[in-house]
């Protein structure tokens, strides 16, 4: 069995976020964590008047992480903010530890999970987009022996090249994704006289779930953040002889990497294309409105805000009667489900055969049957 890494992560503010704000944040970076392999040893906030220019945190207080690193066997700090070149070097100098920030981890657990050549492709380009600025010197920081997380993604001779090869690196990943995004508009065309349906959410709140649930597929699902990385398109059958085609998408995530979000643009189209958004929530979350409001953030920066959707409550099966009733007051026009045992997904698809065939609708597309 493969050793874990053993990790610090550090959250650092200003004053003006909300330590529960950062609690919740730091919380969601020990599931990414876990998610990429790694052990949470202990969880750090500095509230700072002002944040150190080339350490962000006090020096005093990376010394004593760096102590306490060598004491507990800790192979890894992780901080809950972006970090620069430079920052990354000057920890690692002071603690004598591996550094790297949230973005750089997201990115990492993209990398594990990607599987086909698109999502391969979409994840490199991200990287490198991420990691060319903060390159300093020898790029050091960027050339790890001995791997570990943070190092999945291009390999060490891609990230010791020198700027202008990694910018031609990227300017042949523009073109194939290019390539690939012309290819999927020429299948989207295939497929324009049908309704489509995209499921969007935050991560893990059982979007791939659903889907099989609705279409009876196979669609890949885990228990871990970002089991889905590629659009995967199935056909709905609605009772009594309607079909429609249903999409699963990326989750999102709050702070999600603009570098992703631009490389994963051919994916997220799906979503610019659908005639329906399903919005799935796992209802067993503390912080439901927060993930909520971070996947209408998303939807916003790619141009899909004004898209109509219908919110979908998942997971119904885990959650207390008392805590349904107040959603529902809070939400009176949403879908509860628990795509695990199946309640609540007839009358989604009562609900989308509405939407769909037993409204008038404007211009409405001839529907292949």
């Known amino acids: 069995m493969e050793k874990k890494e053993r990790v610090?992560?550090?959250?650092?503010?200003?004053?003006?976020?909300?330590?529960?704000?950062?609690?919740?944040?730091?919380?969601?970076?020990?599931?990414?964590?876990?998610?990429a392999g790694g052990e949470v040893v202990e969880s750090f906030i500095q509230i700072r008047d002002k944040l150190n220019p080339s350490l962000l945190i006090g020096r005093g207080k990376a010394e004593?992480?760096?102590?306490?690193?060598?004491?507990?066997?800790?192979?890894?700090?992780?901080?809950?903010?972006?970090?620069?070149?430079?920052?990354i070097r000057n920890i690692e100098m002071v603690t004598g530890v591996r550094v790297?920030?949230?973005?750089?981890?997201?990115?990492?657990?993209?990398?594990?999970?990607?599987?086909?050549?698109?999502?391969?492709?979409?994840?490199?380009?991200?990287?490198?987009?991420?990691?060319?600025?903060?390159?300093?010197?020898?790029?050091?920081?960027?050339?790890?022996?001995?791997?570990?997380?943070?190092?999945?993604?291009?390999?060490?001779?891609?990230?010791?090249?020198?700027?202008?090869r990694i910018k031609e690196r990227m300017a042949v990943l523009k073109?194939?994704?290019?390539?690939?995004?012309?290819?999927?508009?020429?299948?989207?065309?295939?497929?324009?006289?049908?309704?489509?349906i995209c499921t969007v959410g935050?991560?893990?709140?059982?979007?791939?779930?659903?889907?099989?649930?609705?279409?009876?597929?196979?669609?890949?699902?885990?228990?871990?953040?970002?089991?889905?990385?590629?659009?995967?398109?199935?056909?709905?059958?609605?009772?009594?002889?309607?079909?429609?085609?249903?999409?699963?998408?990326?989750g999102f995530l709050r702070r999600l990497p603009h570098s992703l979000i631009a490389s994963f643009r051919a994916t997220l189209a799906e979503v610019l294309e659908a005639d329906l958004l399903i919005h799935v929530v796992d209802a067993t979350e503390s912080d439901i409105e927060i993930k909520m409001n971070t996947v209408e953030g998303v939807l916003k920066e790619?141009?899909?805000?004004?898209?109509?959707?219908?919110l979908v409550f998942n997971k119904l099966?885990?959650?207390?009667?008392?805590?349904?009733?107040?959603?529902s007051e809070r939400y009176p026009d949403a879908l509860f489900v628990s795509a695990k045992d199946g309640t609540g997904i007839d009358e989604l698809k009562k609900y989308l055969r509405t939407y769909f065939f037993e409204r008038e609708m404007i211009k409405s597309p001839a529907l292949k049957r």
């Open 8 to 35: 610090f992560l550090i959250s650092v503010g200003d004053g003006r976020m909300k330590r529960w704000e950062m609690i919740q944040s730091l919380e969601e970076l020990a599931n990414l964590t876990r998610t």
């Open 64 to 87: 004593e992480l760096g102590k306490l690193a060598r004491e507990f066997g800790v192979d890894l700090l992780i901080f809950d903010t972006e970090l620069s070149g430079v920052q």
């Open 202 to 250: 935050y991560t893990n709140a059982g979007k791939s779930s659903l889907v099989n649930a609705l279409t009876r597929g196979n669609l890949l699902t885990a228990d871990y953040l970002f089991s889905t990385l590629d659009s995967n398109t199935s056909i709905l059958f609605l009772p009594p002889n309607h079909k429609v085609l249903i999409s699963d998408t990326v």
């Open 100 to 164: 790297i920030d949230r973005t750089t981890l997201i990115l990492d657990i993209f990398a594990k999970h990607a599987r086909t050549k698109e999502a391969k492709l979409q994840v490199e380009m991200a990287q490198l987009e991420y990691r060319l600025p903060r390159l300093t010197g020898k790029g050091t920081e960027l050339s790890r022996l001995g791997g570990g997380i943070g190092t999945r993604g291009p390999g060490e001779k891609k990230l010791e090249m020198d700027r202008r």
């Open 317 to 327: 099966d885990r959650l207390f009667v008392e805590e349904k009733i107040r959603l």
């Open 175 to 196: 073109k194939e994704l290019k390539r690939i995004e012309l290819s999927k508009q020429v299948q989207r065309k295939q497929r324009r006289d049908f309704y489509k």
């Open 302 to 310: 790619i141009g899909a805000e004004a898209k109509p959707r219908v």
